[in-house]
Every structure is written in structure tokens, then in C-alpha cells.
T-cell receptor, first 119, second 112 residues
Framework: GAVVSQHPSRVICKSGTSVKIECRSLDFQATTMFWYRQFPKQSLMLMATSNEGSKATYEQGVEKDKFLINHASLTLSTLTVTSAHPEDSSFYIC???????????????FGPGTRLTVL | GNSVTQMEGPVTLSEEAFLTINCTYTATGYPSLFWYVQYPGEGLQLLLKATKADDKGSNKGFEATYRKETTSFHLEKGSVQVSDSAVYFCALPSGSARQLTFGSGTQLTVLP
């Protein structure tokens, strides 16, 4: 199946700093990428949807100036948590769907997640 | 919009016991249905899926049948192993981008 990677897998930062998380599709073109947030022992909550080359669509209650999403190419999307605070500590997971072998696929492929801890 | 309701956990079973995790859905039309598994500290992996009514998805001994009469997609396994310990999520696509909406997740612990 298609592979999605995330980097870094873990990051610890001080309050007030910004953190960038990368999500890459390794063997297919990701026309759409999704960013999810997961709190301990809870389900995944969709934060935003991004299509390559256009602005991300944020879910209600998600601050777009706080969580900057860039989907500049068909294989890379980034999530930047700006001026991070302890309450932003969470597990962030991306997923992607798109084209493989010239065929559009509706199935989403998930990255392994990034554990963010803000001190 | 589409939604799923998943059996609350946690679920603790002995090895070789039978597993059922209930999932019911509310949807417009008949969307594909999914079960994902999340092992400790990892992202989500697709476990199985069904794309239309009466389809049975299966993988690694797990099965789920898409039942439109009861709007259910219950996950079953006849004999669980310790290595099956994980969190299981039922999901279906919703919204214009067909993003996935997840159930609350069910923590399964299998004891030797």
C-alpha cells in the first residue's frame, strides 16, 4: 500500500516557540491531505483539509493562525504550530489520498503521527 | 453529516477468546465503512473495509459485515491474541472532501 511519513516523530519544545511537522507521501501524489489531532485515550479530530496548491479548509474551532498548513506540492504538507503552549501538546496525525499509477484513490493513508510536548 | 457510534471500552479478554466490537453508523446513502487499528504510540493502520451493503471485509482473522438493515459494521475475531492489543476505530467518509469521521475508539487488551 501507499506510504505516508511524518517528521519528526516526537518533538519537545518550550512554550512560545513554533514547531513545524512535515507529512510526505512517498510513493503517490497526494492531492488531498488531512491533519488530525488526537488527545490521550480519545479519538481523532479532524483539524483541516488541504488540497495541493490551495488554502486549507479548517474545521470549526480550529484557529487557522495558530495552526498554519501549507500544501505546496503533491508530496508534502506541513503543519506549523505557532507560539505553542502546553495545551497544544497532543498527537498529530496526517493522512493523504490522491493519485497512484495515474488512478485516483479514495482511500486515505495515514502517517505514523507526531507526538508534540510543549513545556 | 455522516457519523459512527462505537462501543465504549476498554475491553479486556483472555487469549483465544471471541471478540466483538460494535459499530453503528448514520449516513446518507451507502458509504464505504472502515476499521482502523492503532498500536501503542503509532499512527493508524487500515484493518479492513467494506464498500457496499452485505460486503464482508476481512484481514488478519478479523471480519466485519456491512449491514444496511441494522446500519452496523461490527468487528469480530474468533480467537484473539496478545498481539491484537490495540485501539480499534470504526470510520466512514463524510463531508465534501470525504474526510474520515471516526468513532470514539475501543481499547482492547488481550491477556496471556
Amino acid at each position: 500500500g501507499a506510504v505516508v511519513s511524518q517528521h519528526p516523530s516526537r518533538v519537545i519544545c518550550k512554550s512560545g516557540t513554533s514547531v513545524k511537522i512535515e507529512c510526505r507521501s512517498l510513493d503517490f501524489q497526494a492531492t488531498t491531505m488531512f491533519w488530525y489531532r488526537q488527545f490521550p485515550k480519545q479519538s481523532l479530530m479532524l483539524m483541516a483539509t488541504s488540497n495541493e496548491g490551495s488554502k486549507a479548509t479548517y474545521e470549526q474551532g480550529v484557529e487557522k493562525d495558530k495552526f498554519l498548513i501549507n500544501h505546496a506540492s503533491l508530496t508534502l504538507s506541513t503543519l506549523t504550530v505557532t507560539s505553542a503552549h502546553p495545551e497544544d501538546s497532543s498527537f498529530y496525525i496526517c493522512s493523504a489520498k490522491g493519485l497512484a499509477g495515474g488512478i485516483s484513490h479514495n482511500e486515505q493513508f495515514f502517517g505514523p503521527g507526531t507526538r508534540l510536548t510543549v513545556l | 453529516g455522516n457519523s459512527v457510534t462505537q462501543m465504549e471500552g476498554p475491553v479486556t479478554l483472555s487469549e483465544e477468546a471471541f471478540l466483538t466490537i460494535n459499530c453503528t453508523y448514520t449516513a446518507t446513502g451507502y458509504p464505504s465503512l472502515f476499521w482502523y487499528v492503532q498500536y501503542p504510540g503509532e499512527g493508524l493502520q487500515l484493518l479492513l473495509k467494506a464498500t457496499k451493503a452485505d460486503d464482508k471485509g476481512s484481514n488478519k482473522g478479523f471480519e466485519a459485515t456491512y449491514r444496511k438493515e441494522t446500519t452496523s459494521f461490527h468487528l469480530e475475531k474468533g480467537s484473539v491474541q496478545v498481539s491484537d492489543s490495540a485501539v480499534y476505530f470504526c470510520a466512514l467518509p463524510s463531508g465534501s472532501a470525504r474526510q474520515l469521521t471516526f468513532g470514539s475508539g475501543t481499547q482492547l487488551t488481550v491477556l496471556p
